[in-house]
Each structure stands twice: as C-alpha cells, then as structure tokens.
C-alpha cells in the first residue's frame, strides 16, 4: 500500500467521524425542539422511515432544495391523520397544499366551496387567487387572515425547508361568530355563476361559525405544526443526505481498504520474488522491524519475527553486523538511521551469521512520513553483492598482475588519443626513458618536446587502415635513442578509436650496426641478419591490439512480469533506468521492448523468450540501444510459470546492466592476449618458486609446454653451478627491491644453455599485500655471441690499422733517405733527417701497437728504449763515447694521444744533445720516466719525463720559448698539446724535466 493511499483513508474517516457528528448534535436540537409536541412528535416519528426511503428514491447528497415536491418530502397520510384528530377537536377546516395549488391533505372543507366555488370556472379562479395571495408574504411561524374574492375568511401559513418554502397550511372557510352574514352578496354571487340560490344559500348556512379566540388558538397550534413539519422535514432530507454521504464515503473506505489490502498481498508477494532483502521499520525508533522472505533467510531469523536487535523483548543474536570489519552500533544501523530521518544511499555492509557464513550486502534506506511530514519508520532494501566483489578482488588482481608484467617489460608501451593527442596510458619504461608521469600530457610535447603535433605523425596512416598494423623505425632526438615502433587503431574501453603503440629500444643494435658497418664490409650480411632478426622479432607483438580496459562497475538489478494471457507488462523502476524510460511517461509493453533490442541480437534473444515459453531455462545475454544512442549490454533471467496442459500464463524474471563486466572481461582478455604475443618470456611465481603461469614466449625461449612445467619450482630453469639464484632474487624482492635486467645463464629442456636477462617485479592484491612475482626473461645469446665477435673484430682491426700506418711511415722514411741523397747541403740533408728520426718514432710506436694486444695503448717504456737505440744508431758520432743511460717507469701504457707528442718530443730531445751538446770525445745521455704522486685535483697518474746530458749546455742568455731552432719550437707546441710543463735545467750540462697527466690503462 502507498503511503497516499493510508493518507486518503485516514482523511476520509475523519471526515465520516466528524460529519456523524455533526449529525448527532442536530438531532439532539431537534428532538429538545419538538419535545412539547410530543403526540405530533410520535406520529411524525413513525413516517419517518417512509419518509427517509422516498427520500432516498429520489435525493442524492448533491440534489438541491429548490428542485423538491412537497409531496415528495412529507408523508400525505400522517399529515391526514393529524388533521382528522385536530378538526375533531377545533372544527376548523384546513388543508396543505403545494406551491402549484395542489390540495394534498386537507378536512372540513365546506359545500360552498366543493361543490361551488370550486367547481365553477370563474369562481375558481378566485380561489387559485386566493391561493396564491396567500402563499406569498407571510414569514415563517407566522400567519395571515385572508377573505378571498368568493367572500369566505382563509388563514395560511408557510411551509418552509430551510430558507425555501415548498407549501402552504390553509385553515378557512369560516365566518366569524361576530360579523352578520351578508346574504344578499351571496344570493348576488349565485346569480353571477348560474348557481341553484336556494342549494348555495343553503351551503352558506353550513359555513362555520368561529369566535375570534377559537380562530387563534387553532392558528397558533397549525402554526407551530407547519414549523414542525418544516423543520422535520428539512432535518430529515439533511439527514438523508448525510447518512447517504456517509454510506457513500464509508463505501469508498471500504473499497480502498479492499484495493489496499490486494496491493498489500501484491506487494508482498513482489517482496518476496525479488532478489532482494526488504526490511520495514514500524516506529521512528526501529523498536519493530519486519522483512520480505529473504531478508528472514539472511538473518536466520523464522518469518514475521521482529528483527529488530533494539526491540524490547530482547536483542536476537543469531546475526551481526560490520561495516569496514567493525561491528556496526544500533545508532548507525541504516534502517535505523532512515527511520530517525537521515536517508542512506549506496551503504555497503557484511551479515555475519553464526556459522561464519558472511553476505556483503549493498542498497539504500528511505525514511517512512506520515501526514505532517514526521518521520514514522523507514523501509530499506540491500542486494547481495558477495559473488560481485569476489569477482572484483579477482578482476583487480589479474589487472594488477597484467599491469606489473608490463611495467616489468623492456618495451615502451603507450596509448593516445589520435585527435586530442592525450596520454591515455604508459608503462613503467616509457616513464623511465621519457620521465615523468606522462598520462594527461600531449604526446607531442611529452616525447617530442614539441609545441605542435609531429609533421612525421603515424595517425593519418593508421585511422585509414584501422585494421591493419604500421611498422616504422625512428630517431628521437630528445632522448637519444632509435626504436623499432609498431602503431594500430584499437577500441579503447569508452569505444573510441586510440593509437596502440609499442617501440623497441634499438639504439644498441644500431650502435652495434654502425660499428659492424665500420669495422669491415663483410660485417654487413652479420648486421642485416640480426636487424632482420629484431624485425622478425617485433613483428610478433602485432597481436597486441587493445590496451588496459576499466574494472566493471557495479551491476545494476531490476525485476519484470510478463502476463502472457493479457500481454500487460510491469518493470519495476531500476529496469526502466536501465532502459533510460521514465516510469510516469512510459507504459512498457513486450513491442516497445523489443525496439530497444539491438537489431542483431533481436533473434537471439526472440529465441530464447521462446525456448523459455517452451519450458526450457531462458538465460540470455544482449545489447540494448537507449533513447540517445548509447549502447548498453544486459543479462536477462526468466522463470515462466505454466498452467495445465503445459500453457505459459506468465513470466518473471530481473535484467541486469552487465556492461562493465563485459567490458572489464574483454579488457583482460586483450592484456592477456598481448602477453600470450610476446616473445619474452612472461613467467607468474608464487613466493614459495612455484610456477603458475607460462606464456608461448617462455615455451619458445625454455622448450617447456604450459602442461609440463605449471607447479612445477621455477629452480628446474637454473644451471647446476648457479642452484640457489632464484631463490636469492626472490627474497631479494620480497625485502621491497628490483631486480632488472639481470644477465644470468639458464638451462632450456634439451640441456642447453642460453644466456638470458631477467627482470623480475612483484604482484600485489587489492589490499597491497605481496602474493606472488612476475618474472620476464629474454633470450640475449645471440646477442651476447655479437658482442663478443665485434670486440674480436675491433681487436684485429685495430692491429691492421698499426701495422699499416707503421709500414705507410716506414715507406715515408725511407723516401725522405731517398730524397735526401738528391741533396749535397748539409743543411738540407740535416733536415731530412730530423724528419726521417721523426718519423720513425712515430712507426716505432705503432710497430708496439701491433704487437701488442689490439688496444690503442702503447707499453711507453719499453718504446723509449727502442726509440733511443734508434736515435743512437742513427746518430753515431763516430770517435765519440756517447754513453746512454736509461731509468725507465714499468707498465706504464699510455694512449696514443699521449705516446705520439711525448715520442716525437724525446725525439727531438735525445736527437738534439747527440747532435749538439757534446765537443769532447765523450758524455752522458740520460732519459728517466717516473711515476708521481697522484694528482687529486683531476684524479690521474702524474708523470715526468727527464732528457739530460753533460754536454757544454745551453747558455743562459737564450730563452727556451725564444729558440728558433724548429725542434724546440716543436717541443713546445707538443707540450701544449699534453697539457704538460717543462722546465730547463743548465748547472751541469742541460736537463730537460716534462711533467703531465695521463689516462693510463688499467
């Protein structure tokens, strides 16, 4: 029942109530009124009830006064009766009529009148004159004496119902006691109408005579009795009239109490059908509280209990209540705070029963109001949604594993928004390489570092084909790096066209390309092999078409019935809001359904409507079109209910909006899709090390099947010498760390080992807590095989290079000797061979390259020795003892950028004391190389270089810096190229000191 219908029959019983009321009083006035005449009271009393049944034959509450008959509202026999028993007594004749002159009752009336004046036409009118006059002007309780035209005295006075008089009492045809008869007027009269003189004389004669006391004692008692009869009469029809419009009100009660009552037994059977608990708060206060079916079976609680646990009998304890796992208080229970009058919308709760059995409930709770506004209970409602937030917690852990194996991939994997350009999702490498949280950006000012969109952009190629991948490799320069990018068109979850991208970071392989491409022509077939490889490679991540979908959001449920014999449908509201209707401007039928159907899942769901009709279970999925175009996905159950002979006579059933757990569901299965794609390997392991998911890229990579290796300890992957280093990574990251890109070797089924990188990063639940780890691997064999073939590569190239330039510089030596001996001046032939010696320093240092071990470093000491037994050999003075002395650094390998300068300046050095410090037969030549103490301010070796003799010296009045000899300007040059110094000593002889900083080998 409504709450407007209880309002409608509570007013109308008020109202029944006050109007008998109303009613009593005035009969009590009445019957103080009429207590003096009582002997009248007592007849009138007993035509009341053929009164009241005329009455009721021809009134209804709305008949108004004006329109009744007097002979209609009065009983004509009763009247008679009175007025035989009062002329009895007076011997005054009387009569009542009505307005129209029509003699309704009436005793004593005399000859003259019967017989004459009322019988002739003329005469007559003188009596409806008479009448007339006589019905007219007098005022209720009162009386007027009156001698009609016919010359006999009448007396009339007013019946009167309300303020509308229906009647006249006449009393007359009389002569007062008094007055002498005047004979002669009435022999005048008979003549006048033809009447028999001696008959009308005769009449005459008859014609009553009455004192005038008599006269008004009779007319005060007619008088009084013409009031009673028209007060009677007019508190009978108001009687009438009431009891008619009490009967018809307590009617109307009564039938609103029936349609009250048949939509109270509807509404409980709707409570207990729907999948729903109900709950009814009787009181503000909640003291009582009732439920549908379920609501009883939730609580275990026997039907019609009061459920309440502040009701006075007791606090049932068969159930408890918490919210967030704290046990709720009565105050904050929401049918308790509905019913206090704060409304509860969306309160999510657990039942808790005695077995442990929990329900996770959700729904709302409405205040009940009386009349004035008050709140006098509540009513609430709550679905069970236990199987839905299992499914969320599951949803949300297989979306937290998805998410952290992509963020554990080394790929950059984002989507945009093709028009708006907005980041719409990145993964963990994307916001490493680019930095920042990226999604909510413009991708052309978060990659690119641009203020307008990319003239280069995929988006015109790919929306032309949306159904086909675009492969493109690209340089960017805001970070430096190559990839290799696969672009396509998906549906993201809101139905929008998106750009889907994955760009594998290649800027190794293409390093590793260019340094192939240099180090020898034939490195070229090795690099396009392995580029073509990658390609291959990334080919396969075609299939990842959709990114990260939504989690579902909570499922909405309505119920229906369906009479099939009448064909009326009934939706409660949820369902119309499911369908985007309005309850109050819709009647729903089953066409105005199927309009909405999507028109290719309208057989579909035809179908089963008939599989239903034909007693089988219908249970159908389908997609609805609402009113503005927004498409929706619902999930339908019937239970159609037969008559005999197996005749379907009606179904009921609840439709669910499932459209974001359809969505949620196609987004899962395209994150596991694009990591079934990938050719890593993408491995899930509980903490314990055992293995729980395996993709196609772990079979390629490790030669295991899915069938073979779930369950199995992820350490049957691990080399014997290596037992143990899986268990160390996982605790690893159970202590909060990451482990990334770790190189590593494993052991594929067939025995083989592979070299692999690994990363490994944990899987947390809903809550936060960690519950198992993602591990992806990826197969770098072959790369680590390249490496190592490009550092053998380099190796032998470098000692080509050496070998070469020592044999070009050797050709150039012994040119400049050929070229010399063309020359006769000693001037000439001398600077020939100042640079022939220079040249053969520089090839003596590339000849200890190309012995040495491929490096550009040259072991600098062992170079010194030969290149001074050179100079000496070359310099031989003949008769002269040149002594050479040498104190010479062990290991010290220096680059050539160091070697070639101090080679050249030790050259021309050691050249110039042979050449021109020594005048006797005899001297020291003496070249020291130590190690100093290490410069901190630049952190590197410290050395010095010491070329001295015992020669006549260099005199002091020549400046180094001003020496034209070109050796020593050479020297100078060269030791500001080494960021060095030098220093000249001339106490004994000359001393030259060079000190400088060196990269030195390790």
């Known amino acids: 029942m409504k709450l407007s219908d209880h309002q409608s029959a509570d007013e109308l019983e008020i109202r029944v109530q006050e109007r008998t009321a109303e009613l009593e009083k005035a009969n009590q006035a009445l019957r103080a009124e009429i207590f003096e005449l009582k002997q009248a009271e007592k007849v009138l009393r007993q035509g009341e009830q053929h009164i009241r049944l005329k009455s009721e034959s021809i009134l209804s509450p709305a008949l108004e006064v004006a329109n009744l008959e007097l002979a209609e509202i009065i009983d004509v026999q009763v009247i008679q009766f009175l007025m035989d028993d009062f002329y009895k007594l007076t011997h005054i004749p009387m009569g009542l009529n009505d307005l129209k002159g029509k003699v309704l009752a009436g005793i004593g009336w005399q000859d003259i009148c019967t017989r004459f004046h009322r019988v002739h036409p003329e005469a007559f009118k003188h009596c409806l004159e008479s009448d007339i006059k006589l019905s007219v002007g007098v005022s209720p309780g009162k009386f007027k004496l009156f001698k009609c035209k016919n010359n006999v005295w009448d007396i009339s006075t007013p019946i009167m119902i309300g303020d509308q008089q229906v009647g006249i009492l006449f009393a007359g045809q009389f002569f007062f006691d008094d007055e002498p008869l005047d004979y002669e007027l009435f022999q005048s009269q008979a003549k006048i109408y033809g009447f028999n003189e ?29 009031n009673m009869i028209s007060q009677l009469s007019y508190s009978n029809i108001k009687l009438v009239q009431s009891l008619e419009e009490r009967d018809s009100l307590m009617d109307a009660l009564l039938e609103s109490e029936k349609r009250e009552r048949a939509r109270s037994d509807e509404l409980a059977a709707v409570l207990d059908a729907v999948p729903a608990a109900v709950w009814i708060a009787h009181d503000p206060g909640a003291l009582k509280i009732t439920g549908n079916r379920l609501s009883y079976e939730w609580l275990r609680l026997p039907e019609g209990a009061n459920v309440s646990k502040a009701a006075p009998e007791g606090r049932p304890e068969t159930y408890k209540l918490f919210k967030d796992g704290v046990e709720i208080p009565l105050s904050d229970m929401p049918v308790r705070m509905a019913a206090s009058g704060k409304e509860v919308s969306n309160y999510e709760f657990d039942i808790v ?116 991948p675009y492969h493109w490799e690209y340089y960017n320069p805001s970070v430096d790096l190559y990839f290799m990018i696969m672009d396509r068109i998906i549906k993201w979850p809101d139905g929008r066209d998106v750009r889907f991208e994955i760009a594998k970071d290649i800027t190794e392989s293409k390093k590793a390309e260019e340094a192939l491409k240099k180090a020898h022509d034939n490195l070229e077939k090795l690099v396009e092999e392995r580029t073509k490889q990658l390609e291959t490679a990334y080919n396969r991540l075609k299939e990842s078409e959709k990114g990260l979908a939504e989690a579902q959001r909570m499922a909405h449920i309505g119920n229906w019935s369906w009479d099939i014999t009448t064909n009326e449908l009934f939706w409660s509201d949820e369902v119309y809001r499911i369908f985007g209707l309005n309850p109050q401007e819709f009647k729903v039928t089953y066409d105005l359904v199927l309009t909405y159907v999507h028109p290719e899942d309208l057989d579909h769901l035809i179908n089963a409507i008939n599989e239903g009709l034909n007693g089988r279970p219908c249970d159908v999925d389908y997609r609805i079109i609402l009113a503005d175009g927004e498409e929706r996905i619902v999930h339908t159950e019937a239970e159609i209910i037969f008559y005999e002979e197996n005749v379907p006579v009606q179904a009921k059933g609840i439709v669910q909006d499932i459209t974001e757990r359809k969505k949620a569901e196609e987004k899962i299965k395209t994150l596991a899709n694009a990591l079934e ?114 550092v053998e590569m380099d190796k032998i190239r470098i000692k080509e290079i050496h070998h070469r330039i020592k044999n070009n510089l050797q050709v150039i030596s012994s040119l400049l000797d050929l070229q010399a001996e063309k020359f006769q001046d000693k001037e000439v032939l001398e600077a020939f061979r100042e640079s022939q010696s220079r040249v053969l320093s520089m090839s003596l240092i590339h000849e200890e390259l190309y012995k040495g071990d491929g490096t550009d470093n040259v072991n600098f000491s062992v170079y010194l020795q030969k290149l001074a037994d050179n100079l000496f050999q070359t310099y031989s003075l003949g008769s002269k003892n040149i002594r050479l002395y040498m104190d010479l650094e062990e290991n010290a390998f220096f680059n050539m950028d160091t070697a070639v300068p101090l080679g050249i300046i030790v050259n021309e050095l050691v050249s110039n004391s042979l050449k021109h410090a020594f005048t006797e037969k005899e001297g020291d030549v003496r070249v020291r190389l130590c190690r100093e103490e290490k410069n901190h301010e630049i952190s590197k070796p410290f050395f010095s270089l010491t070329i001295s003799d015992n020669g006549k010296g260099i005199p002091e009045n020549i400046e180094l810096e001003s020496v034209e000899s070109l050796g020593l300007q050479l020297v100078n040059i060269l030791i500001d190229q080494l960021d060095g110094n030098i220093e000249l000593k001339r106490e004994q002889g000359t001393e030259f000191r060079i000190t400088f900083n060196v990269a030195e080998r390790p």
């Not at 008959?199 to 004192?211: F, N, Q, T, W």
């Not at 499914?391 to 991939?409: K, M, N, P, V």
């Not at 090390?689 to 030669?703: K, M, V």
Request: one cysteine or more; proline letters at 3%; glycine letters at 8%.
């Open 353 to 468: 029963s005695p077995d442990g059995t929990m329900r996770h409930l959700l729904g709302n709770a409405k205040s009940l109001r009386d009349g004035h506004g008050n709140s006098n209970g509540s009513i609430s409602a709550f679905i069970d949604i236990t199987e839905r937030k299992r499914a969320e917690a599951t949803l949300a852990f297989e979306r937290s594993q998805l998410l952290s194996i992509f963020d554990g991939i080394d790929d950059v994997v984002y989507v945009t928004d093709p028009f708006t350009y907005e980041v719409l999702y990145a993964n963990k490498a994307m916001k490493e390489k680019f930095g920042g949280e990226l999604v909510g950006g413009i991708c052309y000012r978060e990659f690119q570092r641009r203020d307008s969109p990319c003239d280069f952009c995929t988006n015109p190629i790919i929306l032309k084909e949306k159904d086909k």
């Open 677 to 790: 794609s990938s050719d890593d390997a993408i491995v899930t392991k509980s903490l314990e090390g055992i293995i729980t998911s395996w993709n196609r890229g772990a079979e390629q990579i490790y030669g295991y099947s899915a069938e073979e290796i779930l369950g199995k300890d992820i350490s049957i992957l691990e080399p014997a010498n290596l037992k143990g280093e899986l268990k160390q990574l996982i605790e690893t990251i159970k202590q909060g760390e990451r482990v990334k890109h770790y190189e590593t070797l494993r052991l594929k089924k067939d025995g083989t080992l592979i070299n692999a990188s690994v990363t490994l990063s944990p899987i947390f639940d809903s809550s936060g807590e960690l519950v198992a780890i993602s591990a992806i691997a990826r197969d770098i064999t072959e790369r680590i095989k390249a490496e190592k073939t490009l």
């Open 198 to 226: 001696e008959e009308y004389i005769a009449a005459l004669e008859k014609v009553p005579r009455l004192s005038r006391e008599t006269v008004d004692t009779g007319m005060a008692f007619l008088t009084k009795l013409a």
